[in-house]
């Protein structure tokens, strides 16, 4: 199942710069463990905000609360979820 997630951080002004930099650098290594096993497609950034567009191939609408939720800025995030199938009108045969 695909799925367009757009999220927006919004950490607190008051965070430590070590805790922000901590939370950050483990947010990379689980996108990029997701990546690497093809669940988390696409990342986009959103100009001009701490935000970002991804496309998410996961088997349930549950596997991809408990990705979502499991991420380390989750807390700080508004996200939006859009279930996405492939259009008939498109020239490629598979959704990649």
């Known amino acids: 199942?695909?799925?367009k997630v757009e999220m927006?951080?919004?950490l607190p002004r008051d965070i430590?710069?070590?805790?922000?930099?901590r939370l950050k650098a483990a947010e990379k290594e689980k996108f990029q463990e997701l990546q690497r096993a093809g669940t988390w497609r696409h990342i986009w950034r959103v100009v001009g905000q701490y935000a970002n567009v991804s496309?998410?191939?996961?088997e349930s609408n549950q596997q991809l609360h408990d990705i979502l939720t499991a991420l380390p800025l989750y807390p700080f995030m508004?996200?939006?979820v859009t279930a996405l199938c492939?259009?008939?009108?498109?020239?490629?045969?598979?959704?990649?």
Do not use: Q
């Not at 430590?16 to 930099?21: G, H, L, T, V």
């Open 55 to 58: 496309i998410f191939d996961v």
């Open 86 to 96: 492939r259009h008939p009108s498109s020239l490629h045969d598979d959704d990649r």
């Open 1 to 3: 199942m695909l799925f």
């Open 78 to 80: 508004t996200v939006t």
């Open 16 to 21: 430590a710069p070590e805790e922000a930099d």
């Open 8 to 10: 927006i951080v919004a």
